[in-house]
């Protein structure tokens, strides 16, 4: 089956001023198939935002790209705005935002702003009974109260406005959904729901694409996990053996997951390095216990694990 | 002993935000307040660190009675609570640079503030350059270790934090409390968390209390 994203050694640069770059993603590669939940994981500051505006073609004016991002036939790092903006944001990718008290616009009720999404993406028209019907439909679909759509942005809690964003994200029909830290500030409940939710969305045949911190939320949903380190993927693996047994490889990922407070609560010695001034070898060796000669290489992504030297299948992470 | 006795507050008189509560904290100790988004548990936070006056009720700490809030409270008793908030970005003036906002308690009572500045700076983690640059050149979690800094800068007995960590990976966020937990030992400051994350204040504080229907069910 045909993969709906395909992203392809995709690398973002960020050209600052003193000839300083920032080197955001870095040759990041996986395929996302329909009915899939791929969580992308890291600390913030990783560059899985940036990896997300790429997709969206919502990059600044000095990022430079490589590489390729193919859902179906379009690549979406060579797409230009027109195309972007009439055929992929919203009709291909739904985007869920990170915020999106910020992401509603604040002078508009709930009500209007889906109508306006859906009489620029659906054929239901610009007003009429047709346009109400399918306003209520829509809002219905994301579990948005129907006796609050006259409300302001203002005047939703946290969980109410998630879902108002849901609801737009999904008017499109988009096959990709594009979720960006949909649950940060939400209390537990609220980020089990919403992520549930999300799941739900994507039902057999579309793809989701959730980006997020919360290794919790990732491990409730995700079929895959992807995990981000200093702008390069650095682990891709099967969701259940991730979190599970034989548990993370790569020794980043695994000492993220220890990390938690059902495991060791222990954190990682020092800090990420700063993606101006990436080593020129493996990213993670100045934090790592494994570290020898060979780390002064990059690690290529074999068998699901850029690391010189993987922790060995079979080694238990001990849940506290 | 930090006790919060019947408070009523909130925003708008005619209806609190939370009415009559009683929550205790004992000497050394680390409480963890569990509540949903929304029930009112910051609220009391910012009423226990004195930056919130109470509609009603009593906040007495170390058996003295609060005697204001915010800038109106004795120096003696402001000083002896450091507060951490969810949103470092919303709590760190832009233009200051990290060792700056680390010092600014200390530049406030016209105290030396470099050798302080590094020990602190090095007990959560923050090295090389990053002292000197501003918060939007550093991350949410660079940024947070920051906070804490200058929350502990005047070595207060009481820390507040209110959803610290909410914005932070696990690593980070496993770091903070390190740190948070390494100076209660040196110095047997009391805590309280509030949060709504309770695999993580139950592993982190000694006692929890979870906001029921009318506020915290405190049993202690």
């Known amino acids: 089956m045909t993969p709906v994203l395909s992203v392809e050694r995709l690398s973002v640069r960020f050209r600052m001023r003193d000839g300083v770059s920032v080197r955001a993603v870095s040759d990041a590669s996986f395929d996302l198939a329909a009915g899939e939940c791929l969580a992308l994981v890291g600390e913030s500051g990783c560059g899985k935002s940036v990896l997300a505006s790429a997709l969206l073609g919502l990059l600044p004016e000095n990022a430079e790209t490589a590489g390729s991002a193919h859902l179906g036939d379009t690549d979406l790092l060579a797409a230009d705005e027109r195309t972007l903006a009439r055929r992929i944001r919203g009709r291909r990718v739904g985007l869920v935002p990170q915020s999106p008290a910020a992401h509603l616009t604040p002078v508009r009720t709930v009500r209007s702003q889906l109508a306006e999404t859906i009489s620029q993406l659906t054929r239901a028209g610009r007003r009429g009974p047709q346009l109400a019907t399918a306003v209520a439909a829509a809002a219905d679909r994301a579990a948005f109260p129907l006796d609050h759509l006259d409300r302001y942005p203002h005047e939703l809690s946290g969980g109410l406005a998630q879902r108002a964003a849901t609801a737009l994200a999904l008017v499109g029909d988009a096959p990709l959904l594009l979720a960006d830290e949909p649950t940060t500030g939400l209390d537990r409940d609220l980020v089990e729901r919403t992520v549930d939710e999300l799941r739900r969305h994507i039902g057999d045949d579309r793809a989701l694409l959730l980006i997020t911190h919360d290794l919790a939320a990732a491990e409730?949903?995700?079929?895959?996990?992807?995990?981000?380190?200093?702008?390069?993927?650095?682990?891709?693996?099967?969701?259940?053996?991730?979190?599970?047994?034989?548990?993370?490889?790569?020794?980043?990922a695994r000492g993220l997951l220890n990390a938690l407070p059902d495991r060791e609560f222990a954190p990682i010695p020092g800090m990420p390095p700063e993606l101006t001034t990436l080593p020129d070898g493996c990213a993670f060796a100045a934090r790592c216990?494994?570290?020898?000669?060979?780390?002064?290489?990059?690690?290529?992504?074999?068998?699901?694990?850029?690391?010189?030297?993987?922790?060995?299948?079979?080694?238990?992470?001990?849940?506290? | 002993m930090l006790e919060l006795l019947s408070v009523t507050a909130g925003y708008d008189r005619r209806a609190p935000?939370?009415?009559?509560?009683?929550?205790?904290?004992?000497?050394?100790?680390?409480?963890?307040?569990?509540?949903?988004?929304?029930?009112?548990k910051s609220t009391l936070a910012r009423v226990a660190a004195l930056l919130h006056e109470p509609y009603a009720g009593r906040v007495v700490i170390d058996g003295e009675p609060a005697r204001g809030w915010r800038h109106r409270a004795p120096r003696a008793q402001r000083t002896a609570f450091g507060v951490v908030f969810q949103q470092p970005r919303l709590s760190a003036d832009p233009r200051l640079s990290l060792a700056d906002l680390i010092a600014e308690p200390l530049r406030a009572g016209r105290l030396e503030h470099t050798a302080r500045v590094r020990e602190l700076a090095d007990a959560v983690g923050l090295g090389g350059?990053?002292?000197?640059?501003?918060?939007?050149?550093?991350?949410?979690?660079?940024?947070?270790?920051?906070?804490?800094a200058r929350a502990l800068t005047l070595r207060p007995r009481w820390l507040i934090c209110d959803e610290m960590t909410a914005m932070l990976d696990a690593s980070t966020t496993a770091a903070l409390v390190g740190v948070v937990e390494e100076y209660r030992r040196e110095t047997g400051a009391g805590l309280l968390a509030v949060g709504h994350d309770r695999v993580l204040l139950e592993r982190w504080c000694g006692r929890t209390v979870e906001w029921g229907e009318r506020g915290p069910a405190d049993d202690a």
């Open chain 1, 220 to 252: 409730r949903i995700a079929d895959r996990v992807a995990v981000m380190y200093a702008s390069r993927i650095v682990e891709l693996a099967d969701a259940d053996a991730f979190f599970g047994s034989p548990g993370p490889r790569h020794p980043y």
């Open chain 2, 17 to 40: 935000v939370l009415s009559d509560v009683t929550l205790t904290v004992e000497p050394g100790a680390a409480v963890g307040l569990l509540g949903p988004s929304g029930c009112g």
């Open chain 2, 129 to 148: 350059d990053l002292l000197g640059r501003r918060p939007h050149e550093v991350s949410d979690g660079q940024l947070q270790r920051a906070c804490l």
């Open chain 1, 289 to 320: 216990a494994r570290a020898d000669d060979t780390c002064a290489w990059v690690p290529g992504l074999l068998d699901g694990v850029a690391c010189h030297h993987p922790e060995t299948a079979g080694a238990e992470v001990t849940r506290a």
